[in-house]
């Protein structure tokens, strides 16, 4: 069990940075669009590396790997995790444990009540749908703020409904920064807006932002 207790938290740790390094094999950008003897010629390349070109069948290539191991890790570790602390919760209960007793999955479970048991694979939902799926929204656009701010808010909003925690000080810590988080990305897209004729300025956010982290 401790080995599997191991296990199981270096992936639920090494979680979000691996999954946002799969799908960043995706992130390209159009640098040049034109035609060529009438054919439309699309110059693509790779926003953490310039030199490589996304047209290229080696990239191409990676492309198609990146996809099987998307379906493999962050798809599949949420879905994994589900089904394994599903499978505890049901062994739980019929061979009546308390819960909270030691096994592999305690430190994914134990700080929820028990009817949310599943809520850490909820948390890696977030994680994945913040740190991976906006990849595919072009970079540092309103739209990827926009979404990333309704995001953040439908997580403040099912964090304040569920109250997941066993105690109330950790239901309280996460509301606050799930409210920070869509408090960031709201007044990242007021500043990407004309504030030249508004009562507030750019300045005046950044000091919203300050006070919003260290209240």
């Not at 070109?53 to 379906?71: G, I, L, R, Y």
């Not at 599943?118 to 740190?131: P, Y």
């Not at 004309?194 to 006070?211: A, F, K, W």
Request: overall charge neutral; aromatic content about 16%.
């Amino acid at each position: 069990t401790t080995a599997g207790y191991r296990t199981f938290f270096i992936v639920f740790l090494m979680y979000p940075l691996l999954s946002r390094t799969v799908f960043r094999t995706f992130d390209c950008q159009t640098l040049f669009k034109g035609e060529s003897t009438n054919v439309t010629v699309t110059e693509w390349w790779h926003v953490d590396d310039y030199s490589v070109d996304c047209n290229s069948e080696s990239h191409k290539t990676f492309k198609a790997v990146a996809w099987v191991f998307v379906f493999i890790y962050p798809v599949g570790v949420p879905l994994v995790f589900l089904l394994l602390l599903w499978r505890d919760n049901r062994q739980r209960k019929q061979s009546k444990h308390v819960l909270g007793s030691a096994s592999s999955f305690d430190f994914l479970r134990r700080d929820y009540k028990d009817d949310y048991y599943f809520f850490e694979v909820v948390v890696l939902l977030e994680k994945l749908l913040l740190t991976g799926i906006l990849v595919f929204v072009k970079q540092g656009t309103i739209i990827q703020a926009f979404i990333g701010a309704c995001i953040a808010f439908t997580f403040f909003g099912l964090q304040c409904r569920l109250w997941p925690y066993k105690e109330s000080s950790d239901n309280m810590l996460k509301a606050v920064a799930e409210g920070q988080l869509f408090l960031t990305l709201l007044i990242s897209i007021v500043l990407r807006t004309q504030l030249e004729r508004e009562p507030v300025n750019s300045e005046d956010y950044g000091v919203i932002l300050v006070v919003a982290f260290f209240s």
